[in-house]
């Protein structure tokens, strides 16, 4: 199967068109504002989607759904094909640590380390605190090109060591350093950056999102139909973009009858979404303060997130660091270990609803435990064998809830 | 649908059965001998089973293989449907870190765990390094069960945090407390293990193999047809068992028409398996030097094993660390990022071969990088931002192979 990608088009205006390559990394040309570069989304000829493509079972491998992304040029990894996994009655879990590199970034980079495949880029350049970088240094590798990450020295070190396993070149400058340094990676070496390479707003690789559709494809699949409502974790809003569209698509080839509402997921100690949207304005920056939920805990929004939330009739909210960490909590003690922003969709979810129940509630979990910034920062005591502190301890306790 | 399971059978003699409750976690009463407690295998109303079985595609969730497996009481978490990932050409890479808790071993404890819930157990009890501990954990937890794991203080301190995160009583009493306080954990609180609890072998929980065959039942639909040969990191030998069974199953059922050779791959610094065939006795122990591979590295082996290499017709092989970190720098070349041990299918194949292609080879990678002995040892210095090492670093260094 072949790509049915036709064009790029401009997220302010649809009616501005661009050639499908070059990938517009830097925002559309001719719509973008001092204020905001407006991303691009990619358009398909729709008409041509083979009418089985949903008929057939889900597989592994973004390949699978090749007709609704652009080429994928860049060999992947068997990503995606991830689990929905029921929680409680209606309310499923939609398991993204299940991917590669165990996040759901594997979709996107595969994606966009493609788009930079076939575009002759020399090489992969990407900023990320974790799961980004991870997944852009494994498809990088596996596409046989170098690749360098602009990274914080505060990862936790379990993420330090994921980060430097494919051979990526893990840089640790100042973060004022960062996007000079990538700006000069790119123009003065030729790589692509699958992450933002804009100052004004969250702008990122026009083709990444695409590969977040198919978490709408599986979760329809597996339902047999579109869930109610959809809540993810949302940092710069590409995944909520990329789900969106993806329900928005099926509704349009007459997959589904609906489409679901959206709902982003802020950690409250940032919120740029919820701030753009409060304000009416097409992008945001807000300060930062502490989070656990150092994977979205972004300073700047996107415009993607805007015409997610508004396309479907959704919202964005935030939720306290301690509403992240008993949504974590909720779900390993259900067998589902994920960092504290991987929760925060079931977070939003428990904190503001919508709780009347008209469909499937779909929370997407997007990122292993490992990953987690608490996650190997204390390693065993040895304990005395103690029989009768052991028996409490066994029987006493309260059992996972 | 249901499960088939009609018997508990004694692998050292089939033609003594046992019924199928309660499980012999203590291996069988009957042909057991001072030095060997042998273990119980399953048996199935084979001519019973669904002519549409592997007609239809891999899902998440053993559930899928219910007719092949016992009942399955516990709930599940998707486990299994793992991606086969080629290498290169005719190699593939069935990457079990795609699992609930990212190893092979969640197949196990489905099984395992839900024994003990249909057999009234009051708690779940484990043995492990890692892997199993964890995945014993998830799984007790989603049934509501209370778990003890006891485990090495020497635990990488990223599966010190995976084993806490489910909420069982983790235990790091000194070794020689480890076998009778698990054993009257077992007969004063009513727990059931799902890691073995004999002295003189290994015979492990009779029921938790089976989950492995569904490894052999997935990689023979996404072949269409039965590899040449299978590579497996081998510790006690119970996935080695569970794959080579399935495999079996599928020629006996007609769904395959041959049967591959199974590998056993054991570190240089144990290799029970290996001394026990070469010796010709169905278990051995052996000395245990230091190794980077800490989830295979067992000083007795299990006659689990013996069997299906024997029936098989393949052969167990020992590799060195370096052949092991060989192998995983390999395939973290490649984007996939594997423990040590995980490697040592891959590692097993490169040095020992068979080489000659009579058809597709595929080594089982067990788990993910995140629980690798070096992982998370050391965070990030920040560095300076000094274009010219960064230039170079790029542009100089060698493409990742």
Redesign the interface.
Known sequence: MTSLATAQRSLADPSVRHPLWPPLTRGCPVTSTEEVAYPLDIDYAYDEVPADLFAR?A???LERWAPLLPPLAAPG??EG?T???ELADGLWIK?E??????SHKDRLNRVAVSAAVASGAR?IVVSSSGNHGAAA??????A???C?VF???D????V???LR???A??????RA?VRP?ML??VD??G?QSVSSVTDTAHTGHPFGPEGYKTLAYEIALDLGRAPAAVHLPTGYGELLFGVAKGFRELARLGVTDSVPRVYATEPAAAGALTEALRTGRPVARVPVGPSIAYAIDCEISGYRGVLAVRETGGAARTVTDEQMAAAQAEL??????FEASSAAGLAGFRAHGPHEADGPVVCVATS???K?I????????????D?QS??T???E?E??K
């Open positions: 079972p597989a592994h491998g990894l068997g094909n689990p929905l996994v398991d640590s299940r991917n590669p590199t165990w090489g240094a494994a498809y990088a590798a596996r046989g090109l170098p360098a990274t914080s020295p990862a936790p070190p379990a330090a060591s994921h396993a494919y051979g070149t893990v840089l640790t400058v100042p350093s340094l000069r990676i003065e070496l790589f390993a003690a259900q067998g589902l270990w292993s435990g490992y987690d608490g996650t190997a920062r204390h390693a065993y005591a040895p304990m005395d064998p029989w052991i028996k301890a066994l029987t306790s059992p996972p």
